[in-house]
Nanobody, 113 residues
């Protein structure tokens, strides 16, 4: 059974930073493609960033240059370093095992002064 737990969300001022973490169990993590998604209030869930087993990353245009996704296979963990946060980044952020139906419960990120 796949188990995904996100953490690291919170309230931050515009221009600030947060680092999200996602610990995964129940899968062959090293070979799993992982993604961070987000869903704002009243909006559809959208892909923010993804990372392959080899560490290759892809980013949505609206976070490129501000967010960095990484992974630590020894800890079965992926991270999302978010810098220069904007109010429009406010959303629930979800960790997802790509090409599966496995999602975490989400962690709230609120960017506000």
């Amino acid at each position: 059974q796949v188990h995904i737990v996100e953490s690291g969300g919170g309230l931050v001022q515009p221009g600030g930073s947060l680092r999200l973490s996602c610990v995964v169990s129940g899968i062959f993590f090293e070979r799993s493609m992982m993604g961070w998604y987000r869903q704002g209030l009243g909006k559809e869930r959208e892909l923010v960033a993804s990372i392959g087993g080899g560490g290759d990353t892809n980013y949505a245009y609206f976070v490129k240059g501000r967010f960095t996704m990484s992974r630590d296979n020894a800890k079965n963990t992926v991270y999302l370093q978010m810098n220069s946060l904007k109010p429009e980044d406010t959303a629930v952020y979800y960790c997802h095992v790509l090409l599966s139906t496995s999602w975490g419960q989400g962690t709230q990120v609120t960017v506000s002064s």
